[in-house]
Nanobody, 119 residues
Framework: VQLQASGGGLVQAGGSMRLSCAAS????????LGWYRQAPGKERELVAT???????NYADSVKGRFTITRDNAKNTVDLQMNSLKPEDTAVYYC??????????????WGQGTQVTVSS
């Protein structure tokens, strides 16, 4: 299983940026695809995820500014980030989750991409 992320970089506050992630692997069909982020000195946190049924979940801090989209056929997930704030600065990680039996969750991670928002 591989998760290849693209996008990221430096943007001014109020600007926009798009992150993309492609998941690959034989027979790999994740139940959820999404994005997490980790700022320096902080724990990794959920940004947005989407199930293969199209149900999206957003962190309160990004609701109304970020939009997650997913292509099940291609196993890709994008994150459109608008009205970016300096506090959005973090390393963003693509995540794929497989739901196993007995409520087990199996997580796979991409390599991380830096997003820096300047004030």
């Amino acid at each position: 299983v591989q998760l290849q992320a693209s996008g990221g970089g430096l943007v001014q506050a109020g600007g926009s940026m798009r992150l993309s992630c492609a998941a690959s692997g034989s027979g790999f069909s994740p139940n959820a695809l999404g994005w997490y982020r980790q700022a320096p000195g902080k724990e990794r946190e959920l940004v947005a995820t989407m199930t293969n049924g199209g149900i999206a979940n957003y962190a309160d801090s990004v609701k109304g500014r970020f939009t997650i989209t997913r292509d099940n056929a291609k196993n890709t997930v994008d994150l459109q980030m608008n009205s970016l704030k300096p506090e959005d600065t973090a390393v963003y990680y693509c995540n794929a989750e497989i739901w196993g039996t007995y409520s087990r969750r199996y997580n796979y991670w991409g390599q991380g991409t830096q997003v820096t928002v300047s004030s």
